[in-house]
């Protein structure tokens, strides 16, 4: 998911027309020789040097135009001129797609200053942030952090500089703040990638969020911004996980984009969790998430998901009864529960067998949970089933007879029709006649005992 390869396909010089009355005029018009650009503090040059500048300028050919240029550095290398004469090489070196060149010279004519117009200096850093961006650095690539460091130093630079530019009389307030919204996403979301590599994680932060506070639907950014709280320390989990959500919806995700990160947030919740056997419990998080990050930016700060400690935490002390007992409280109790007890197998559970439903690869036993006598005595509706498998023999339970099975919990539903759904399960030997239809003494239930560990 890397978007810097979104940036370099721009054009260079889709985010320069803010600036057609300085910088571009600018660097076409160097004023003749003897002359100044404005007045007495102008730059002042000879009449060969702008000569020789003026051959340059007219050449069409880039590779010819550089090799003019370069001639001309060699005999005029402090030349007053050279803020006419950088813009040429990095224009050329991008019709030539040599990005290391463009930031050579974009940064020599930065470093002249106030020698050069502020519409020059922000073409000039434009053009360096874009040329950036088509680098792709890694932190394998060779100087990563020089790089890095100097290309988010130049974004920043490239803000300021963008907010010193004056608008153009004939232009209105809205279209010059219009015009400004691209070079501003350029250069935030730069100085984001860069700090991405200098593991400047809080300043990547920042930097995407300008991003979005400018284009809050861009699918890159905000993905990119999940990563930046995934990678602090410690991780910022709830904010991660809203952020590649917020990529997902994304209106201009793609389809692709949207199926892989869905698929790589399935994965960071499932881990998150510590690890959940039930999947449908993981998907129903992630369709609540996207939901939500799909109707806001911004995530609620009661919105959280519970970590592999809380899980472990209500698991402790966990019993059958406990369970459903929780599972019947309204709110984040039984969400919780629910969470930790999905999945997990339990062995003893208590009931009376209200039908039994034989079958060629399961038998399914419909059982009312009890923990009394009393209870015993008045169940008359199931609220469990319970698929045996590997025991046909569990098919001669007899209808109204206490029954103990060991199984795995695999879903519920919720009041008020409340049924648990049992899979995997085995019934207590003695609690299956000997022959069909021999009697059998009623077995009462003991004290419900704790779950067993996850199946592996």
């Known amino acids: 998911m890397n978007g810097t390869r979104r940036f370099a396909r721009l054009g260079m010089f889709a985010g320069l027309c803010l600036i057609l009355g300085n910088g571009l005029n600018a660097i ?10 404005s007045a007495a503090k102008g730059p002042k040059y000879t009449l060969a040097e702008y000569n020789a500048y003026q051959a340059c300028a007219t050449e069409k050919v880039p590779s010819a135009q550089i090799r003019c240029l370069d001639d001309f550095v060699s005999k005029y290398s402090t030349s007053d001129l050279l803020v006419y ?15 290391q060149k463009v930031i050579e010279n974009a940064d020599k004519l930065v470093a002249l200053g106030d020698k050069a117009e502020s519409g020059i200096r922000y073409e000039a850093l434009y053009a360096r942030a874009l040329s950036y961006a088509g680098l792709n650095v890694t932190d394998t690539t060779p100087g990563a952090k020089d790089l890095a460091t100097k290309a988010r130093d130049a ?6 500089t963008l907010d010193e530019l004056k608008k153009p009389d004939n232009m209105s307030d809205e279209d010059f703040k219009k015009q400004k919204q691209q070079p501003a996403i350029l250069f935030n979301y730069t100085a984001g990638n860069a700090a991405m590599t200098l593991k400047n994680y809080p300043a990547a932060v920042a930097s995407f969020k300008a991003v979005l506070a400018l284009n809050p639907d861009d699918p890159i950014t905000n993905y990119n911004l999940g990563r930046a709280y995934q990678s602090m320390n410690p991780p910022q989990w709830m904010d991660a996980f809203w952020s590649f959500a917020r990529a997902v919806t994304a209106k201009g995700a793609t389809e692709a984009q949207s199926r892989q ?16 056997v039930c999947d449908s419990l993981t998907a129903a998080e992630l369709n609540e998430l996207l939901q939500l990050a799909g109707s806001s930016p911004e995530r609620p700060e009661g919105y959280k998901l519970a970590s592999a400690t809380d899980i472990s935490a209500a698991q402790k002390d966990m019993t059958i009864a406990s369970v459903i007992a929780d599972l019947k409280t309204p709110g984040d109790k039984s969400k919780l529960t629910w969470l930790a007890s999905c999945g997990l197998e339990f062995p003893g559970v208590p009931g009376k067998a209200i039908e039994i439903v034989p079958g060629s690869d399961a038998v399914v036993l419909k059982i009312a949970f009890v923990t009394s006598d009393d209870e015993f005595e008045k169940a008359t509706t199931p609220n469990m089933d319970v698929k045996v498998v590997g025991q046909p023999e569990a098919a001669r339970v007899e209808k109204d007879s206490a029954v103990h099975f060991t199984g795995t919990l695999v879903s519920y539903d919720p009041d008020p029709t409340f049924f648990l759904h049992w899979d995997k399960a085995k019934v207590k030997a003695e609690d299956i006649p000997k022959e069909k239809g021999a009697p059998k003494r009623p077995v009462r239930r003991p004290a419900a005992k704790k779950p067993g560990t996850k199946p592996s």
Not at 261 to 276: A, C, D, E, P, R
């Open 28 to 37: 076409a018009q160097a004023p003749a020789a003897g002359q100044d650009s």
């Open 85 to 99: 004469v950088y813009p040429l090489y990095y224009r050329n070196y991008t019709q030539l797609k040599n990005p």
């Open 155 to 160: 974004a920043l630079l490239g803000l300021k």
């Open 261 to 276: 990160i869905k698929g790589y947030v399935s994965k960071l919740i499932n881990n998150y969790q510590g690890g959940n």
